[in-house]
DNA sequence: TTTTTAATTAACATATTGTTAATTGTTTAT
DNA sequence: ATAAACAATTAACAATATGTTAATTAAAAA
């Protein structure tokens, strides 16, 4: 039953996949962190041998969303495909549909954002799609001439991520299942500015008390680490605990 | 450059469209308030006279973006078609993609909800799409046999709204310009569970602090309403402050 | 004049923050 | 071995904010 109505010309899902690369300073330091975006530079041809629209610019990963396909589905196939990195937390967070973003024709694009560690970027590779894969600050991302309105998304993602970082335990997939709460700290600081966490003091008196995190036991005794300081740094990690703030009311709600 | 690529069968927009009643109990009291869902009954036939897809059922309104139009757009145009209602604030929250969610093929809906004060409410009419308007309270709404997967739209519609009004100053949305403070608590305990916007004492001494809402005066006295009470009542209106909170630090942030 | 009722305000114990200063536990340099 | 360095805590205390119960206020209605 094609047809029937005036219908888009085409479908896809966009991801923008951010990480918090690691940069060592020196023994036992915390090292320096930055968000990083993942972007990748369009082939010249696509997989017909065609010329590729906005060949050779850095763009989002994404793709095409098949029939018998959610956008959320394609955008986790199209990750895969197209980065060989798998098995990352997606969030749809917009749709972007203006006419004209696409030269092509009324394509509308589902915003997906993915948040890696890095070491779950490791795995990333050049594909057919991708001529280059990189890591970009996003000081550098905004320099570059992006393809269609990545550019848009990008920012938009952006937001969106500190918004989620603010309210929810979105800081968990940036940190390895054990952290310490310098590590937490250092994640938080580079998306949010707020100086009861960049203050030690009062970060570190505030941070055990959080419900969604818990400290390690490792029989019966604290279980500690010295990657980032002489000093044994107690071991955390997040439960499932889902925090619920209001404009209305300050105390968090359990 | 048409049908280049597999393309939906349809790109559409839907309305969840939300309003509070007031419901008079009597003279000098707070009014009870209830949160209800505008929906239609699909018509038999549609323009071109053929039958209507899930006609006869209650929806939600929207219908068909058009090229050249975003779906935000749509969504403002098919409300104002569809129920004579105009000028509200509208918010995406979704996209609506799973195969088989329709069954004339491949069609994709932009999931929209609209907060709007009774009285904007009041020019609502039905039209040639809808054979009938009505407000449901959602008990009542989840209760009817409902097209499409309008369910699932309207009980996400729902968990938005309920997020929003926690983080937000979308209660603004659904009262006068100029309120007590009965009413916006009222607004808030149609939506969310709290004790401190439950308890009067609480409630009361905590709301006029609120850095997004502000005692309206005039004429160098404070202005105020015997709408609900003998008691003259201080007169409130929201101001442009985005309040911002963090699950990482309680109190809010100037 | 008294009662009634919503809208406040008061009062007080408890809990949370902001801030500055002190301690602790290890490594590394004397 | 001793001391210096330094991240990771703890402590201490004043300033705010919250939970709770009780009192006050203002106008209408009995």
Do not use: C
Request: proline content about 5%; cysteine-free; glycine content about 6%.
């Amino acid at each position: 039953m094609k047809n029937q109505f005036i219908t888009p010309d085409g479908y896809t899902s966009d991801i923008a996949v951010f990480t918090i690369t690691s940069e060592k300073v020196g023994e036992y330091k915390p090292p320096k962190k930055e968000l990083k975006i993942m972007l990748i530079k369009r082939s010249e041809l696509d997989h017909e041998g065609n010329p590729n629209m906005e060949a050779g610019k850095w763009a989002l990963p994404g793709g095409f969303v098949r029939p018998y396909e959610t956008a959320f589905q394609a955008a986790e196939r199209r990750l895969a495909e197209e980065t060989g990195v798998d098995g990352l937390k997606i969030k749809h967070f917009g749709v972007y549909d203006s006419p004209g973003r696409d030269q092509r024709g009324w394509i509308i694009s589902n915003a997906h954002y993915v948040i890696a560690n890095e070491a779950a970027l490791r795995s990333r590779k050049k594909t057919y799609d991708a001529s280059e894969i990189e890591l970009f600050s996003l000081e550098e991302a905004v320099e570059l001439d992006l393809a269609f309105d990545h550019r848009t998304i990008i920012d938009d993602a952006l937001w969106f991520i500190k918004k989620d970082m603010a309210l929810t335990t979105l800081a968990k997939h940036f940190l390895p299942d054990e952290f310490v709460l310098s590590e937490l700290q250092g994640v938080l600081l580079t998306v949010l500015d707020d100086s009861s966490i960049s203050t030690d003091a009062a970060f570190f008196r505030k941070a055990p008390t959080l419900p969604f995190i818990k400290a390690v036991s490792e029989n019966g005794k604290h279980k500690k680490s010295n990657r980032y300081s002489k000093t044994p740094a107690q071991l955390y990690r997040f439960n499932d605990f889902q925090p619920i703030v209001s404009v209305y009311r300050n105390k968090l709600k359990g």
